[in-house]
């Protein structure tokens, strides 16, 4: 394949777009959670700042870039800094194979609305999600704190344990797909959502990109009843704002990827396919602030419990399920 400067342009052009969509969806997602965890709690939330609050998350960057920055005497000072950055980049790169719409013709070429259109797509998800552990479990280490240390050994074993299963729940959307690429995924759906034919697959997705993100009720490396704050207790400034918005943008991306493994993507009537996909973006995202909202926080030992005794058998379970309907159909 031989690119042109047309080409490159393009390629450009949507890695600016990429870049501006997710940083700004992401600093509305923390607008948007704490309007409506005000609205779940019956209290206003914040609303001082511009018109309806809207200027908020202008308000929160200037205080992260304003406030001072510390780094603990007894840490490892470069562990310490490139921490948080491990913990966002892969969020941000995931982006770089999720589809958000059907290719279009743009002066004369046919243009893929995503950055790469990967025959493996599905595997590169699952081996940037992987990397994401080592920011929580090198800031943990390098911050040289007891309550940070238990907080990133925590989320270690947490992500390991749910990782296994949220790509065991994948393989029977693979098996049904035939494919790994994302665009292919979407287009075996045009007939009825994956979500119709594998319920438990996607009930077992859902509560493991919960966990994943380290999100309520799955909170633990946080804990800020036990351990503070946890991996990120020495952490203030920009460097916390770092693993704060690659916890926003992972949720987005995360909320993308179910759209996409389970509800057909762009896929709808009427509406704009583009429209359809962020619409069931918003659903997801809604569902990941409605659930801290609305349940408790797990003890560690149910938190494992759930992910090695209940989702990795029966996510085995679906895949022998699925290969015996496939094979008899």
Not at 296 to 309: F, I, S, T, V
Request: hydrophobic share 60%.
């Amino acid at each position: 394949m031989t690119w042109d400067a047309l080409d490159i342009v393009l390629m450009l052009g949507k890695i600016v777009v990429l870049f501006a969509v997710i940083l700004t969806l992401a600093a509305y997602m923390v607008l948007a959670e704490r309007r409506i965890l005000g609205w779940i709690q019956d209290r206003i939330g914040p609303n001082r700042v511009g018109p309806f609050g809207l200027l908020q998350p202008l308000a929160d960057v200037i205080k992260m870039l304003t406030k001072e920055d510390m780094i603990p005497k007894a840490a490892d000072r470069f562990l310490f800094s490139v921490a948080p950055a491990m913990a966002a980049i892969p969020a941000i790169l995931t982006f770089a194979i999720i589809p958000v719409g059907a290719p279009e013709v743009l002066f004369g070429r046919q243009v893929h609305l995503q950055i790469a259109d990967l025959d493996v797509g599905v595997l590169v998800f699952l081996a940037l999600s992987s990397i994401a552990v080592y920011g929580v479990a090198l800031g943990g280490w390098a911050s040289n704190s007891k309550y940070a240390l238990l907080g990133s050994i925590r989320g270690l074993s947490q992500l390991i344990s749910y990782e296994l299963s949220m790509g065991l729940s994948l393989v029977p959307v693979v098996m049904l797909a035939k494919s790994l690429r994302l665009s292919e995924i979407v287009d075996a759906q045009a007939q009825m959502p994956f979500i119709v034919y594998q319920p438990l697959a996607f009930a077992i997705f859902l509560v493991s990109i919960l966990a994943e993100c380290r999100r309520i009720p799955f909170d633990l490396p946080e804990a800020e009843g036990e351990l503070v704050a946890g991996f990120h207790t020495e952490y203030s400034g920009m460097r916390f704002g770092l693993f704060f918005v690659g916890e926003y943008i992972n949720i987005i991306s995360l909320s993308a990827l179910a759209s996409l493994f389970f509800l057909g993507g762009w896929r709808g009537p009427l509406l704009p396919p583009i429209l359809w996909f962020f619409i069931k973006v918003a659903l997801f995202a809604f569902v990941f602030i409605w659930v801290r909202g609305t349940l408790p926080r797990l003890r560690y030992d149910q938190l494992m419990h759930l992910g090695w005794k209940f989702l990795t058998p029966l996510a085995l379970l679906n895949i022998l399920a699925t290969g015996w309907w496939l094979a008899l159909r």
